[in-house]
């Protein structure tokens, strides 16, 4: 069951509202960080601590903004037509490889 209250409602048809909508909610909290840090930043960028020009950061927090946006979005997509398998594939497969790699490292001491 969605915890999107458009989802609900609507019995799931309004995919482009919520995607759209959810990424956004989260913006607000987002700014936060971002501007409880960039202080902090501006700071260190002034004290020689920072050698990279404050362009480069703001350019660097936006594409991050953006690529974030972007990956949600696409994973919300994704998630309104298709499963979770291939992931817990994935795992499960990434986490066999992990352990007789641990298994084979500890065999050998």
Avoid at 20 to 25: A, G, I, N, T
Wanted: glycine residues 12%.
């Amino acid at each position: 069951m969605s915890q999107h209250p458009d989802m609900l409602r609507h019995g799931g048809e309004s995919g482009l509202g919520a995607l759209v909508e959810l990424p956004l909610q989260s913006a607000p909290l987002i700014a936060g960080a971002v501007a409880s840090k960039l202080p902090a930043l501006i700071k260190m960028h002034k004290a020689g601590g920072l050698d990279l020009p404050p362009s480069t950061l703001a350019i660097s927090i936006l594409v991050s903004g953006v690529g974030g946006y972007l990956v949600i979005a696409f994973f919300l997509r994704y998630l309104q037509t298709r499963t979770l398998k291939v992931f817990i594939v994935y795992r499960l497969v990434f986490g066999i490889i992990v352990l007789v790699l641990a298994f084979l490292h500890t065999g050998a001491r």
